[in-house]
C-alpha cells in the first residue's frame, strides 16, 4: 500500500514539477524539492537560481563535463566581502561531494540540503550560518554523476562505478566495474583535478551515498584503524553522545573491503580527514513521502557539527615557552587540535629566513601537551634571529606540512648559552669597563 501510496504522490508532484520547468526558469518550489529528488535539470535551475539571487556568497561553475556531456556544478559558498578571516588568518576549507552512485538519491539530496542550510541561513541572519561563512568556504559538488543520476543506476554510462574508480590502491581489492585504469572516467578525474588545484589542503572531505546508514572513515582497504585514530575516535565519541546514534567505523570493518574510493584517495592522497557519509536506503521510485528536510535533519546536525568545528580536525601547535640553557633547550607544546602529530622540531633562522638550527624530532598527542627537552649543541644566537614550529597537520603521510611562527616573548635565554651577541647596550656597558680597567693600571705604570 505504503509503495503505491508514493507512486501517486509522486506522479502528481512529477506533473508540477515539469510544468514548472517548462513555464519558467526558476528553482523548483519547495513543496516539490521536499519530496521529489533532483534530475540534472532541475539541480541545475537551483543552482542557477542561487548563483543569480546571492552573489555575493555564492559562485557557480562547472568543473568538467560528464561523459555524456553534462557539466560537473561546482558550488562555492562564503562570504566572499572578506578574503580572510576577520582575525586575518586563512579560512577553512570543508569540500563535500555527492552523486558519486546515480541511484544513491538521498545521498545527494543531503549534499544539496549542507548548501540550502547555510545560504538560507546566511539570508535569513542565521548567526551560526554568517559565523560560518565569515571563517569558512565550502565547496560543494552535489551530482558529480549526473548521467547515472538521470538513468537511476550507480553506474555511469561507461558502467563503471565512479567509486571504485580513484588512484588509491585502484582495482585491488574485490570490487565490480572500477573502470579500465585510475581516473579513466571524466567525472573521477574532474574530481581529482579540482582536489589537487583548488583545494589541495582541505581541512575537511566528506562524500555522500546511500546504502546503510553509517559513517565511514579509512582505511577501506584494510581493518586497522588509520594513523589519526584519536581524531577520528573524538569525532565519533562525540556525535553518538551529543547528536546521532549514527554507527561510525573504519570502512573495511563497518561495511567491506573496498579500495580506489574517493574518501581513502582524500586521506591516502590528499591528506584530509575524510569520512563517507551513508544515508539509509529507505528511498522509493524517485521522491518520498516524508520530506526531505525531515528525513535527513540528524543527517544534517551531524554535517552543521562537522563543520562549525572544522579548525580542530587538526594538530594546533602553541608554544607556551622555549628555555635555553646552555646546551639544552626545554620547550612546552600544548595541542589545541583533536589530531596528532608525529614530527614537530623547532626553528631557528636569521632575518632573511634562512634555518640556522633544528631541533631533533618530537611528537604531541591530539589535545595534548608535551615537554621536550632537546639538544641545543649546534645552536649559535645572533641577535635578530627568529624561532617558528614546523610540523604536519596530522599523522599521515600526506598531511601538509605547516610552520608558524613563535613570539620572541616565549623565549628565555640563560646567561652561559655560548654564541650570542649581547645588544649593543652591554657592548658599550663591558667596553667601558674594559678601558676603566686599563687606564688604572697604566696609571700605577707611570709613578
Known amino acids: 500500500m505504503r509503495r503505491w501510496l508514493t507512486v501517486l504522490v509522486i506522479a502528481s508532484m512529477l506533473a508540477v514539477s515539469t510544468s514548472s520547468v ?7 518550489p519547495d513543496i516539490i524539492q521536499e519530496h521529489w529528488y533532483h534530475s540534472y535539470a532541475t539541480l541545475t535551475l537551483d543552482l542557477n537560481e542561487w548563483a543569480d539571487d546571492h552573489p555575493e556568497i555564492v559562485e557557480m561553475f562547472s568543473i568538467g563535463k560528464t561523459e555524456l556531456g553534462r557539466e560537473i556544478w561546482m558550488l562555492q559558498i562564503s562570504d566572499w566581502s572578506q578574503e580572510t578571516k576577520p582575525d586575518g588568518s586563512e579560512k577553512d576549507v570543508v569540500y563535500i561531494d555527492g552523486g558519486h552512485h546515480g541511484n544513491e538519491h538521498l545521498g545527494t539530496e543531503l ?20 559565523d560560518v561563512l565569515s571563517t569558512t568556504e565550502l565547496h560543494i559538488l552535489i551530482m558529480l554523476n549526473a548521467d547515472g543520476n538521470d538513468h537511476d543506476t550507480r553506474w555511469n554510462i561507461n558502467q563503471v562505478d565512479l567509486n571504485r574508480n580513484y588512484d588509491h590502491y585502484w582495482n585491488t581489492c574485490p570490487t565490480t566495474q572500477p573502470g579500465s585504469s585510475a581516473f579513466s572516467e571524466s567525472e573521477t578525474l574532474a574530481n581529482s583535478i579540482y582536489m589537487n588545484e583548488v583545494v589541495p589542503h582541505a581541512d575537511l572531505y566528506i562524500t555522500m551515498h546511500t546504502g546503510v546508514w553509517i559513517m565511514l572513515y579509512p582505511w577501506g582497504k584494510w581493518p586497522e584503524q588509520p594513523s589519526d585514530w584519536e581524531m577520528f575516535h573524538y569525532i565519533k565519541d562525540e556525535v553518538n553522545s551529543n547528536i546521532s546514534d549514527i554507527p561510525i567505523r573504519n570502512a573495511n570493518q563497518g561495511l567491506y573491503p573496498n579500495c580506489g574510493t574517493s574518501r581513502d584517495y582524500g586521506y591516502g592522497v590528499m591528506g584530509y580527514p575524510t569520512f563517507t557519509f551513508e544515508t539509509d536506503d529507505e528511498q522509493f521510485l524517485l521522491g518520498t513521502i516524508e520530506p526531505l528536510s525531515e528525513r535527513l535533519d540528524e543527517e544534517l546536525d551531524v554535517m552543521k557539527y562537522l563543520i562549525k568545528n572544522v579548525w580542530y580536525w587538526r594538530a594546533r601547535l602553541i608554544v607556551e615557552s622555549i628555555k635555553i640553557n646552555g646546551d639544552q633547550v626545554d620547550a612546552h607544546v600544548v595541542n589545541l587540535g583533536r589530531a596528532s602529530t608525529s614530527n614537530a622540531t623547532l626553528h631557528y633562522s636569521d632575518s632573511s629566513g634562512e634555518l640556522l638550527w633544528h631541533s631533533a624530532l618530537f611528537g604531541v598527542n591530539a589535545t595534548n601537551q608535551t615537554k621536550a627537552t632537546l639538544d641545543s649543541g649546534n645552536l649559535t644566537l645572533i641577535e635578530d634571529g627568529t624561532w617558528s614550529i614546523h610540523y604536519q597537520k596530522r599523522v599521515i603521510d600526506a598531511s601538509q606540512w605547516v610552520e608558524e611562527q613563535i613570539d620572541d616573548s616565549k623565549v628565555e635565554i640563560s646567561e652561559d648559552k655560548e654564541g650570542f651577541l649581547p645588544a649593543p647596550s652591554i657592548f658599550i656597558h663591558l667596553f667601558s669597563i674594559l678601558m676603566a680597567a686599563f687606564a688604572g693600571k697604566r696609571k700605577n705604570i707611570d709613578l
Request: proline content about 0%.
Open 111 to 130: 549534499a544539496f540540503l549542507v548548501a540550502e542550510y547555510y545560504i538560507d541561513g546566511w539570508v535569513d541572519g542565521e548567526q551560526d550560518a554568517i
Open 22 to 28: 517548462a513555464t519558467a526558469q526558476i528553482g523548483q
